[in-house]
C-alpha cells in the first residue's frame, strides 16, 4: 500500500491537509483535513449584545471579513424587523464589490497565478512571479490594496 | 546588511495580520526580496520548518495541540519571535470563548448545533481546554498589537529588525490620537450604538458610548472613533497595563458613579475584553474558581 500525505497545503486561503492511500491501484482512503482551529464563534457570541456580532464576526475570516460582516448585519435586521434605507443597501453592496474584487486579486496573485506563468517548481510563488514578471505582480497588488486604501 | 531567513505563519487566527501586511504593497516584496523567506504556507510551498529561523512572524493563537507544537517547534529554530496581531499578542477574540473548555465546546458545537453535521467531530483536532496567546507556551520577542496591526508598525518592527535596530513602541492610548473634545462631563447612561447618532465633534465616551479609548494602547491614529465607531481596543492594555477591562472600569468612574442604570461587568465581557479576555485577570479568577 502506498501512502502520500501533503501537509500543509500551501498557498490556500486557511490551512489543511490531504492524505491519500492506494493499493493495488485503486484508491483505499482519501482524506482532506481542515487544520484551521474551530474557535467557537458560535459560542463565543451567545450572549453578547446583537450590535456586537457585526464587528465580531468580520474576525471569523480575514479575507473575505465583508461577507460575514454582513451576514450578520442582515442576521439582526431579520430579527429586530428592519428594514434598511436604500441608501445603505446601495453602500452594502458596494462593499461587498470591493471585497470581491481584494479577494479574487488576492487568490490570484499569491495562490494561483505563479502556477500559470512557467515558473520552476520550486519557485512557485509571489516573490519569484515579481522577479521574472514584475508588472504582473505590482498591478496584482495594486488591484488588491485599492479596496484597502478606500475603506 | 545580512539576509534574514524569515519565517510567516498563520495559526488560530484568520489570517487578516497576513492580508494587513499586503497594505505594505511593494515595501513587502521589497523586504522579502531583500531578505530570505523560507517557511510561509500562504506563499511558499516549502513543508517542513526549516532550522536556523532568524525572524519567525507568527500570527493567530494557540487553539489545539497540534498548534502547540508547531510554536514549540518555531520558537526552538528561530532567533527573534514575533507575535503578529491581537490573536497571538493576547489571544484576541477567540479567547472569548474561555468561558468553555475546549472539548465542552467541540461536542456542543459539533453535536448540538444547528448548521453543523451533527455528530461528526473533528478527530484529526485535539482542542486545548482554551485559546492561548503565543506568549503562554513560548518566549516573544516583540508584540505588534492589532486586529489587523497597523500597516506602519509592521513595516517599522520588520525594517528596525532587519537592520539590527531595537523597535521602540510609544506608551500613547487611543485617546491621544483622537482630535474629539473632551468636556469632564458625561452622559446619565450608556448608550447603545444603534441607540443614537452621536455628535461627531465630542468624545463617545462621555456621551455613554462604550469606548475602549481610554484603555487601549495608541499608535493607530484612532480612525474607529473617527469614523463614528466606538474603539473596540484592538490594539490591547496600554504599556505596563497588565489587564485592559480593568483599566478600561478606572477611566470610566466618572461615567459609572452617575449610571441610572446599574453597571455590571458580565454584561460588557465582550466590550471589556473583547481582545484579552484570555490574558485577563477576570479570566485567571474565573479558572482558580474552577479548580
Keep these: 500500500m502506498s501512502k502520500v500525505v501533503i501537509d500543509p497545503l500551501t498557498r490556500i486561503e486557511g490551512m489543511g491537509k490531504i492524505k491519500v492511500e492506494v493499493q493495488d491501484n485503486e484508491l483505499k482512503d482519501l482524506k482532506f483535513q481542515i487544520t484551521v482551529a474551530p474557535r467557537f464563534f458560535e459560542y463565543l457570541l451567545t450572549g453578547k449584545r446583537a450590535e456586537e456580532a457585526p464587528r465580531l464576526t468580520q474576525r471569523i475570516c480575514g479575507i473575505c471579513y465583508v461577507s460575514h460582516h454582513l451576514a450578520s448585519v442582515k442576521a439582526i435586521e431579520n430579527a429586530w424587523n428592519v428594514t434598511p434605507p436604500e441608501t445603505a443597501i446601495k453602500l452594502r453592496r458596494l462593499m461587498n464589490a470591493g471585497g470581491y474584487v481584494t479577494s479574487h486579486s488576492l487568490h490570484s496573485a499569491f495562490l494561483a497565478i505563479p502556477d500559470l506563468v512557467g515558473l520552476p517548481a520550486e519557485s512557485r510563488n509571489f516573490i519569484a512571479l515579481m522577479g521574472k514578471y514584475p508588472e504582473i505582480g505590482k498591478a496584482a497588488l495594486k488591484i488588491t490594496c485599492l479596496w484597502k486604501q478606500s475603506s | 546588511m545580512k539576509m534574514a531567513r524569515i519565517l510567516l505563519i498563520g495559526l488560530a487566527g484568520d489570517s487578516g495580520c497576513q ?113 492561548h496567546p503565543i506568549k503562554d507556551f513560548v518566549k516573544v520577542d516583540y508584540f505588534i498589537p492589532g486586529c489587523p496591526p497597523e500597516v506602519t508598525d509592521i513595516a517599522y518592527t520588520l525594517t528596525s529588525l532587519l537592520s539590527g535596530q531595537e523597535p521602540i513602541y510609544n506608551s500613547t492610548q487611543v485617546c491621544d490620537d483622537c482630535p474629539k473634545e473632551r468636556l469632564g462631563e458625561y452622559d446619565k447612561r ?72 446599574e453597571f455590571s461587568v458580565g454584561t460588557y465581557t465582550g466590550q471589556l475584553y473583547r481582545f484579552t479576555y484570555a490574558e485577563s485577570i477576570v479570566s485567571e479568577l474565573a479558572r482558580r474558581k474552577k479548580k
Design chain 2, 190 to 261: 450608556l448608550k447603545r450604538l444603534h441607540e443614537e447618532i452621536p455628535d461627531p465633534d465630542r468624545c463617545l465616551l462621555e456621551q455613554g458610548f462604550f469606548c475602549m479609548g481610554p484603555a487601549t494602547m495608541g499608535g493607530c491614529g484612532a480612525p474607529c472613533p473617527q469614523s463614528g465607531n466606538t474603539c473596540e481596543g484592538c490594539r490591547g492594555a496600554c504599556l505596563d497595563v497588565s489587564d485592559q477591562g480593568m483599566a478600561m472600569i478606572d477611566a470610566m468612574t466618572g461615567l459609572i458613579t452617575q449610571l441610572k442604570d
Design chain 2, 19 to 131: 492580508i494587513a501586511a499586503l497594505g505594505l504593497h511593494e515595501t513587502l516584496v521589497e523586504i522579502l526580496a531583500a531578505n530570505e523567506p523560507i517557511y510561509a504556507p500562504t506563499l511558499l510551498d516549502a513543508k517542513d520548518i526549516p532550522d536556523n529561523i532568524d525572524v519567525a512572524i507568527v500570527e493567530g493563537g494557540i487553539r489545539n495541540t497540534h498548534e502547540e507544537e508547531i510554536i514549540k517547534e518555531i520558537r526552538r529554530k528561530s532567533g527573534v519571535v514575533i507575535a503578529l496581531g491581537a490573536c497571538a499578542a493576547f489571544g484576541g477574540i477567540p479567547g472569548l470563548a474561555n468561558t468553555k473548555k475546549g472539548d465542552e465546546l467541540m461536542n456542543l458545537i459539533y453535536n448540538n448545533w444547528r448548521g453543523t453535521d451533527q455528530g461528526t467531530i473533528p478527530s484529526h483536532l485535539v482542542s486545548l481546554p482554551e485559546q
